[in-house]
């Protein structure tokens, strides 16, 4: 019985944790679209190459190399 409750209590933290995520990544998602609208005029060509390096960036920075990448 306790075993099924921990997997139950387990399981429930994980959804909960995965909603925020979601719900944080949107917000921030639309936020960067109202700022391009109002930086670029809604062309998104600019915003989407900055967020390729950006996010290059992060994955290198932890461990200086690109090993993040080759398990994609």
């Given at each position: 019985m306790?075993?099924?409750?921990?997997?139950?209590?387990?399981?429930?933290k994980?959804?909960?944790?995965?909603?925020?995520?979601?719900?944080?990544?949107?917000?921030?998602?639309?936020?960067?679209?109202?700022i391009d609208?109002?930086?670029?005029?809604?062309?998104?060509?600019?915003?989407?190459i900055?967020?390729?390096?950006l996010?290059?960036?992060?994955?290198?920075?932890?461990?200086?190399d690109w090993?993040?990448?080759e398990?994609?």
């Open positions: 306790t075993k099924n409750k921990n997997i139950i209590v387990s399981l429930g994980n959804v909960s944790i995965v909603a925020g995520i979601v719900l944080i990544w949107r917000g921030i998602w639309y936020t960067l679209d109202k609208l109002a930086l670029f005029g809604g062309s998104h060509a600019w915003t989407a900055g967020g390729i390096i996010g290059l960036i992060i994955l290198y920075i932890p461990d200086g090993h993040e990448i398990k994609l």
